[in-house]
């Protein structure tokens, strides 16, 4: 009778196990096409903000100011992904991610409503707080759902959709700049927004077990305070203090014990923000530094390519937009091949081919010059975007194939946290290069000295105020941009070079979904 009863009770938990694993296929796609809308509305937001950048400097002015607006919104998604992969470890991916997507809306409703630059990067501060739950918590989702041998194909579609959004950014950016208002661009991901809330709220069911687990506060301070300190001395170096001042010194000293102290906290935490036990996996620890490194690289073509295409080439923002979409195209289309090229070549092959594509582009981008036009710089763009895209789905699937449930979350943001430091460094450092080397060029050309400031940059963007000025001023602010720019693009075939030579210290045996 016993032996009856418990093969009975074995049956009805399989029956309901099975039911469950049913109605998770069910649900999949509406799952995946509310976290596909939400990457949607995360990877928008970028090269739409980037195209419409120079309108933006040109209605509130603040050149100087022009990086903050990136590293802002950079240094709140960099600090607070690793807290919300943490949280997603404990509560579950579904609160979390409902949380970001409110807190992004916020931010992003307030920022359209702007009057000053200062206003602006406060509000993309707190875009930035919502963002930093969108791509690691998605990312985590689907590596939630799907098995092993599906998810090199469904990364590769979420990683080609990040890079499709993107691809209506810079157009849609140019447009929207040119036919209506800047503060658009702000609102139009919005309905995006409200449908991925509505549709995670539906359909996203988890089972997690309650557990009173400590969240690693301390760390996260100290890791905000040593970014940001980092971030104020590379924007403002060069410019408003002498690399050698007290203040440039005291903030750097600031920034090297904080994150010496992160690193002490970390060792000693119960539960670290970020545990440096899954980083001694090599295929890991390689990942998470190449994405520093291409994190930089992004930042650098998204952030700086239109302010040439306008400034220097004399192109509307339209064309300026063309050019980041070029690298939209080459990412989605990336993504997806490396979903196949994971399964036939390895994950260490495919990572070096993203590697080479994002020196090919880099070196593009060096060699161009201004009488080259909007193709040029479309091609470099493009090249770099294919190795973005080889290499972002790579990492993303072998880092959830390594750990376990538990580590995903805080595993994949990681890596999502690696990237954005990589973003936020790169847009605080190439913006405090293009401020420090606009500078010297014109301290150097003392017949303008009196008419030209960096801020004087901000009519250059303007077609109609760009008429205005005397010819010999536009003059010497477009050589003195195109030699800002050019060490910029040094900078970023640097990073390239970086990238490549420390993916070749990846195992041969390592492949994407083994």
Same mark, same amino acid.
């Given at each position: 009778?016993?032996?009856?009863?418990?093969?009975?009770?074995?049956?009805?938990?399989?029956?309901?196990?099975?039911?469950?694993?049913?109605?998770?296929?069910?649900?999949? /796609?509406?799952?995946?096409?509310?976290?596909?809308?939400?990457?949607?509305?995360?990877?928008?937001?970028?090269?739409?903000?980037?195209?419409?950048?120079?309108?933006?400097?040109?209605?509130?002015?603040?050149?100087?100011?022009?990086?903050?607006?990136?590293?802002?919104?950079?240094?709140?998604?960099?600090?607070?992904?690793?807290?919300?992969?943490?949280?997603?470890?404990?509560?579950?991916?579904?609160?979390?991610?409902?949380?970001?997507?409110?807190?992004?809306?916020?931010?992003?409703?307030?920022?359209?409503?702007?009057?000053?630059?200062?206003?602006?990067?406060?509000?993309?501060?707190?875009?930035?707080?919502?963002?930093?739950?969108?791509?690691?918590?998605?990312?985590?989702?689907?590596?939630?759902?799907?098995?092993?041998?599906?998810?090199?194909?469904?990364?590769?579609?979420?990683?080609?959709?990040?890079?499709?959004?993107?691809?209506?950014?810079?157009?849609?950016?140019?447009?929207?700049?040119?036919?209506?208002?800047?503060?658009?661009?702000?609102?139009?991901?919005? $309905?995006?927004?409200?449908?991925?809330?509505?549709?995670?709220?539906?359909?996203?069911?988890?089972?997690?077990?309650?557990?009173?687990?400590?969240?690693?506060?301390?760390?996260?301070? %100290?890791?905000?305070?040593?970014?940001?300190?980092?971030?104020?001395?590379?924007?403002?170096?060069?410019?408003?203090?002498?690399?050698?001042?007290?203040?440039?010194?005291?903030?750097?000293?600031?920034?090297?014990?904080?994150?010496?102290?992160?690193?002490?906290?970390?060792?000693?935490?119960?539960? /670290?923000?970020?545990?440096?036990?899954?980083?001694?996996?090599?295929?890991?620890?390689?990942?998470?530094?190449?994405?520093?490194?291409?994190?930089?690289?992004?930042?650098?073509?998204?952030?700086?390519?239109?302010?040439?295409?306008?400034?220097?080439?004399?192109?509307?923002?339209?064309?300026?937009?063309?050019? %980041?979409?070029?690298?939209?195209?080459?990412?989605?289309?990336?993504?997806?091949?490396?979903?196949?090229?994971?399964?036939?070549?390895?994950?260490?092959?495919?990572?070096?081919?993203?590697?080479?594509?994002?020196?090919?582009?880099?070196?593009?981008?060096?060699?161009?010059? $201004?009488?080259?036009?909007?193709?040029?710089?479309?091609?470099?763009?493009?090249?770099?975007?294919?190795?973005?895209?080889?290499?972002?789905?790579?990492?993303?699937?072998?880092?959830?194939?390594?750990?376990?449930?538990?580590?995903?979350?805080?595993?994949?943001?990681?890596?999502?946290?690696?990237?954005?430091?990589?973003?936020?460094?790169?847009?605080?450092?190439?913006?405090?290069?293009?401020?420090?080397?606009?500078?010297?060029?014109?301290?150097?050309?003392?017949?303008?000295?009196?008419?030209?400031?960096?801020?004087?940059?901000?009519?250059?963007?303007?077609?109609?105020?760009?008429?205005?000025?005397?010819?010999?001023?536009?003059?010497?602010?477009?050589?003195?941009?195109?030699?800002?720019?050019?060490?910029?693009?040094?900078?970023?075939?640097?990073?390239?070079?970086?990238?490549?030579?420390?993916?070749?210290?990846?195992?041969?045996?390592?492949?994407?979904?083994?």
């Amino acid at each position: 009778m016993d032996i009856i009863l418990v093969e009975r009770m074995r049956n009805l938990v399989q029956a309901i196990n099975t039911s469950n694993g049913q109605n998770l296929k069910l649900k999949r /796609p509406f799952i995946l096409a509310a976290i596909m809308m939400a990457m949607f509305m995360n990877a928008i937001e970028g090269t739409i903000v980037s195209t419409a950048m120079p309108a933006i400097v040109s209605d509130l002015g603040g050149f100087s100011l022009y990086s903050w607006v990136f590293s802002g919104y950079l240094l709140m998604n960099a600090v607070t992904v690793l807290i919300y992969g943490k949280l997603s470890d404990i509560v579950g991916r579904k609160p979390v991610l409902l949380f970001g997507i409110i807190v992004f809306l916020i931010g992003s409703v307030l920022c359209g409503f702007a009057d000053s630059m200062t206003e602006l990067i406060f509000y993309r501060f707190l875009q930035g707080f919502g963002a930093g739950a969108v791509a690691p918590v998605a990312s985590t989702i689907v590596g939630d759902i799907y098995k092993n041998e599906e998810r090199a194909r469904i990364q590769g579609y979420l990683s080609s959709v990040w890079g499709i959004s993107a691809v209506m950014g810079p157009a849609l950016g140019g447009l929207i700049v040119e036919s209506l208002s800047w503060r658009l661009v702000f609102w139009i991901n919005i $309905p995006l927004g409200l449908l991925s809330f509505v549709g995670i709220w539906m359909f996203l069911h988890e089972n997690i077990e309650k557990k009173k687990r400590d969240i690693d506060y301390i760390g996260a301070a %100290l890791l905000t305070l040593s970014i940001s300190t980092l971030m104020v001395v590379l924007v403002q170096g060069g410019v408003k203090w002498s690399w050698a001042s007290t203040p440039a010194i005291s903030l750097v000293g600031i920034a090297v014990v904080s994150f010496v102290l992160f690193i002490v906290q970390e060792k000693r935490a119960s539960e /670290p923000m970020m545990p440096f036990e899954i980083w001694k996996e090599r295929s890991i620890l390689i990942a998470n530094l190449v994405s520093l490194t291409t994190g930089v690289m992004m930042i650098g073509l998204s952030s700086f390519l239109p302010t040439f295409v306008q400034g220097v080439m004399e192109r509307s923002p339209t064309v300026a937009g063309f050019t %980041l979409t070029a690298m939209s195209i080459g990412w989605p289309i990336a993504s997806v091949f490396a979903g196949r090229l994971l399964l036939k070549i390895g994950f260490k092959a495919t990572s070096l081919l993203g590697g080479v594509s994002l020196i090919l582009g880099s070196a593009i981008l060096v060699l161009m010059k $201004p009488e080259a036009g909007p193709l040029i710089a479309a091609m470099g763009s493009f090249f770099v975007g294919v190795g973005m895209g080889l290499t972002s789905t790579s990492f993303i699937v072998v880092i959830q194939k390594t750990v376990s449930w538990e580590r995903r979350g805080i595993a994949t943001a990681s890596n999502m946290f690696m990237r954005n430091l990589g973003n936020t460094v790169g847009a605080a450092l190439l913006g405090g290069v293009m401020n420090t080397r606009l500078q010297a060029y014109l301290n150097e050309h003392a017949a303008v000295e009196s008419k030209v400031t960096i801020d004087t940059a901000n009519k250059l963007l303007d077609s109609e105020e760009r008429a205005m000025l005397p010819k010999d001023v536009v003059e010497v602010l477009q050589e003195g941009l195109t030699t800002s720019l050019h060490t910029i693009y040094l900078i970023v075939l640097l990073f390239a070079v970086i990238s490549l030579v420390t993916l070749t210290r990846l195992k041969k045996r390592e492949k994407g979904t083994e």
